[in-house]
């Protein structure tokens, strides 16, 4: 269907009430109209879009309370009730009968006449904390590591020779004699579980630089001399956000599941960690009415460990650029 024109003259008004000349502004010509893009903040768009992701941070919320803040606003000593023989293998409602109804006899008393709570919550503080440290040293150590060793073909040569050596060490057999050699504190702990593994992560993300190492803009900022680890920090790095996360999400449950193994096995730390309480607790684990005391420690080692993996995988799916479309 054709248009019908309009004839302004039949308007009556003259053409500076019709028209509006705008005067050219360079400073108005190279504004961006489009909306700014946040990276992060398209992130965590994308990441509370799953309620599933809400859930999660709302347990993990509860646990870090829990963990560090419990534990720093009571009075907890293991050993209070230690000459009391009535206090001890106590369920909830035998505790609470004698202690009186209180948060803290929740899960009953343990072998030594302590609140199971308190000492569980004691225990994940020391145990998450141990996972912390190791997972920011070995991270840390190890993506650096890792973006520099996929640029350099000699520190390739001499890193790959390394991993060889050490990576043919059970990973177990070495904690165990260095916990034996040193002291089994907190610290040597610490030392035990991040002298090697940095090496392992360095190699995976080795293996992800060289994959994109060469793409065009990398080789462009090459042939500008642009230093390696330039281009490994600014081009490389950012690249590999979700490769990070990702790694990090499998890295913290991780060193907790080490930690209540070697524990548990008799290698671990001198503090009553998780992995102490739990193989501390393994004979009450058969025995009727001391059932708290062993499974107390290990729900919760696993609900921290689930929540901290699920929510890293999430995490580390909504740092991906592509799930931003």
């Given at each position: 269907?054709a248009?019908?024109l ?17 005067d ?9 109209t ?23 941070l ?75 440290i ?13 973006a520099?060793?996929?640029f ?40 035990a ?8 992560v ?21 042939c ?8 490994a ?8 956000t979700?490769?990070?996360?990702t ?44 059932g ?34």
């Amino acid at each position: 269907m054709a248009q019908e024109l309009i004839n302004f003259e039949k308007t009556g008004l003259t053409d500076e009430e019709l028209f509006t000349f705008v005067d050219h502004s360079a400073m108005e010509s190279e504004k961006i109209t489009a909306p700014r893009y946040s990276y992060w903040r398209s992130v965590f768009r994308v990441f509370f879009r799953k309620k599933l992701n809400i859930f999660i941070l709302c347990v993990l919320a509860i646990v870090l309370i829990l963990t560090y803040v419990y534990p720093a606003l009571i009075n907890y000593d293991p050993f209070a009730n230690l000459m009391d023989p009535t206090a001890k293998h106590l369920l909830p409602a035998q505790a609470f009968a004698k202690f009186g109804t209180s948060i803290h006899w929740i899960l009953g008393t343990g072998a030594a006449g302590q609140p199971t709570f308190d000492a569980v919550w004691n225990g994940a503080r020391i145990s998450l904390s141990l996972a912390l440290i190791c997972a920011a040293i070995n991270m840390t150590i190890g993506v650096l590591v890792g973006a520099i060793w996929g640029f350099s073909k000699k520190i390739d040569m001499i890193m790959i020779e390394v991993l060889n050596i050490l990576g043919n060490v059970p990973y177990t057999l070495l904690i165990a004699v260095l916990v034996l050699v040193l002291s089994p504190s907190f610290w040597t702990m610490v030392f035990a579980l991040t002298v090697t593994e940095w090496l392992f992560v360095a190699s995976f993300f080795r293996t992800q630089v060289i994959i994109i190492r060469d793409r065009e803009y990398n080789l462009a900022s090459r042939c500008l001399g642009t230093p390696i680890t330039r281009i490994a920090t600014k081009n490389i790095l950012p690249f590999m956000t979700s490769l990070i996360v990702t790694q990090l999400a499998i890295e913290i449950p991780a060193y907790i599941s080490y930690e209540v193994f070697l524990a548990f096995i008799g290698m671990g730390i001198s503090d009553m960690s998780l992995g102490r309480l739990i193989g501390a607790a393994q004979s009450a684990m058969l025995t009727p009415g001391w059932g708290f005391e062993f499974w107390s420690p290990v729900i919760v080692s696993a609900i921290v460990t689930i929540s901290l993996y699920v929510a890293g995988q999430n995490l580390g799916d909504a740092s991906d650029p592509r799930t931003h479309m």
